[in-house]
């Protein structure tokens, strides 16, 4: 910018000798020299400000992946005994048995670092429409969602996860790795802290596998079924959630 004020006395000078033709001319030229000083030094000023001033990038390696309800289920699995009057009026014999029920209603999403999968974890969560849920019998379905857990009244079961542990330092494309996901389960608006024991698998943008826990009904207010000369139901019980996400 210094060489401005000499251009213009320049064209000034000039114009004061008669010098119509060649004033403007030299006017031209000045300002093109001031121009080519300047110009490098404010381009790679505005660009030093502009780097200043942009949103750190995301941490190297962490990518996130959203779970694909079509090709994911969240599922319980619990321990029943059916009695004598099960037969009569359920149509089931006596005995004990593993009764499950799933919903495919669940989102969410994993953020994980890939360099590091032990690193402190990003978003990680995901939710369930308990409401959804459906067995081999619909009165069972049916009595969980007005009864007892009372699901339409309290429809989403949600993990937020809050530590990982025990997952490899390196990572191969293509490789299962099991790990330990730790945080908290709200159900009907009871927060437990849980751990899922996890197997998965990242094959290009796919990450998928398996998670399991095991809980107990009463740890969220709810009072395991037992009707009399009927049915019976354990207090513990296991959550699968089989999950298909892409990053």
């Known amino acids: 910018m210094r060489m401005f004020p000499l251009a213009l006395l320049a064209a000034l000078v000039l114009a004061a000798c008669g010098g119509t033709q060649e004033a403007p001319a030299a006017a031209t030229a000045a300002a ?26 995301p941490i190297s ?16 699995v ?61 009165l069972r379905d049916q009595w969980i969602r007005d009864n007892g857990p009372r699901f339409n009244q309290y429809p989403d079961a949600t993990f937020v996860a809050t530590a990982i542990e025990g997952a ?41 596998g398996t998670a399991t826990t095991r809980v107990k009904l009463t740890d969220f207010g709810i009072e395991p079924p037992n009707f009399a000369n009927t049915l019976t139901v354990e207090d513990e019980f296991t959550i699968q959630v089989d999950f298909v996400a892409k990053g």
């Open 32 to 57: 093109t020299v001031a121009a080519t000083d300047t110009a490098p030094d404010t381009v790679a000023e505005t660009a030093t400000e502009t780097a200043t001033d942009a949103a750190p990038g």
């Open 61 to 76: 390696g962490q990518r996130t992946f959203v779970i694909v309800p079509e090709q994911s289920k969240a599922s319980y």
């Open 78 to 138: 619990m321990d029943e005994s059916f009695l004598g009057g099960a037969l009569a009026k359920y149509g089931i014999a006596a005995g004990n048995s593993k009764t499950t029920g799933g919903t495919q209603q669940i989102r969410g999403q994993l953020q994980l670092n890939l360099d590091d999968l032990n690193a402190a974890l990003g978003d990680n969560s995901f939710t369930v429409q308990l409401n959804t849920l459906a067995s081999d019998q619909d």
């Open 168 to 208: 490899p330092a390196a990572y191969d494309n293509g490789q299962e790795v099991s790990f330990k996901l730790s945080g908290d389960l709200t159900v009907r608006d009871v927060a437990k802290p849980v751990t899922f024991d996890v197997n998965a698998k990242l094959a290009g943008d796919t990450l998928s």
